[in-house]
């Protein structure tokens, strides 16, 4: 399979840092081909506007989504965006590895969507869901988080985990037509001792051993 990863920590000797490794690592190993954009490694700016776009639709007045609609037409995204862009459309899967930051994607990964799933090119004119650009693709999020497991259960103290990726996995992944694999959270690495980090870390190496095979999860509308 082709293989893109979306990675962001600032921190290169994180554990994402050591869980992104291990995905390179086991994926090339099972001659998957691989690409890698690491976002604070690149200082991927998460701020959109005019300068996603080569293009101008109108000057006076910004609207993103025009604006994009007319640089589909015109081929008139920035390098950087169509280079993202060209990464999606490359690959059989999509992986995102982060950590949990309020509740969320971090800036720079949240900004990275909301610069490259541009209407006309990734989604829009009924092209969503079902329906998406990339449903014949499949993506996964791999995440950390600080909070222990049980504090992410449906009665724990910060809620489901499920509800917390909900605007993710439905709002962003099925929207543009992606088929969702479970989420691989690893919950409070800083809390764990090494050996038990280095046991998540085989895990991890084991699952995507077998990515290829594995079944997704349906997220839908009412997930
Ligand atoms: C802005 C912000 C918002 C946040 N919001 C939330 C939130 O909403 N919910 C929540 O639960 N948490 C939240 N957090 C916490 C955050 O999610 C965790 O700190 C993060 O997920 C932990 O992952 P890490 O990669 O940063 O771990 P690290 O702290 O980098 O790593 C944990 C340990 O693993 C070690 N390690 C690295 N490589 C290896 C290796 N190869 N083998 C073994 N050990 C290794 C490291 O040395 C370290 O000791 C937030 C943090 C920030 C900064």
Redesign the pocket.
Known sequence: MNIFIVYY?P?P??????LLARAKGVLEENGHSLRISDLHDKAFNPVSGRHNFTTVDNANFYKQQFEELNATEKNGFSQEIAGEIDNIFWCDMMIWQF?????GLPAPLKGWVDRVFAMGRVYGNGRYYDNGVFRDKRAMLSL????PQEAYMEDGFNGDIYAILRPIHRGILEFAGFTVLQPHIVYG??HLT?EE??LL?DRYGRRLGNIESEKPMAVGRYG
């Not at 950390?144 to 909070?147: D, E």
């Open positions: 920590h921190e000797q994180s554990f994402n840092g050591a950590p949990l930051w309020w509740f950390t988080t600080g909070g690495p800083a090494e980090r280095t870390l």
